[in-house]
Nanobody
Framework: QVQLVESGGGLVQPGGSLRLSCAASGSIFRINAMGWYRQAPGKQRELVADITWGGSTNYADSVKGRFTISRDNAKNTVYLQMYSLKPEDTAVYFC?????????WGQGTQVSVSS
């Protein structure tokens, strides 16, 4: 059994910042990568950013220069620091963990950017 616990979502004004966290626990082994996806109403789920076990990162073009992904391998935790948030960043953000044995998803955390 694998559990992904997300935290850090909320309501923020345009230009503000938020930090998301996702801690993986349970029977989780051989993590290849951890990352964040998001899904806005009426849209498909899309990759925001991911980071491999070795530290290589990948970002969606829409968030490059504004978001930073990082991880603590010892804690099986991934973070997403979001700066200069825009209304179009409003979505449910999902943690994603890819292992040798399968892919796991968090329950999602709402990020709303509005004045």
């Amino acid at each position: 059994q694998v559990q992904l616990v997300e935290s850090g979502g909320g309501l923020v004004q345009p230009g503000g910042s938020l930090r998301l966290s996702c801690a993986a626990s349970g029977s989780i082994f051989r993590i290849n990568a951890m990352g964040w996806y998001r899904q806005a109403p009426g849209k498909q789920r899309e990759l925001v950013a991911d980071i491999t076990w070795g530290g290589s990162t990948n970002y969606a073009d829409s968030v490059k220069g504004r978001f930073t992904i990082s991880r603590d391998n010892a804690k099986n935790t991934v973070y997403l620091q979001m700066y200069s948030l825009k209304p179009e960043d409003t979505a449910v953000y999902f943690c994603n963990v890819r292992t040798y044995y399968g892919t796991y998803w968090g329950q999602g955390t709402q990020v709303s950017v509005s004045s």
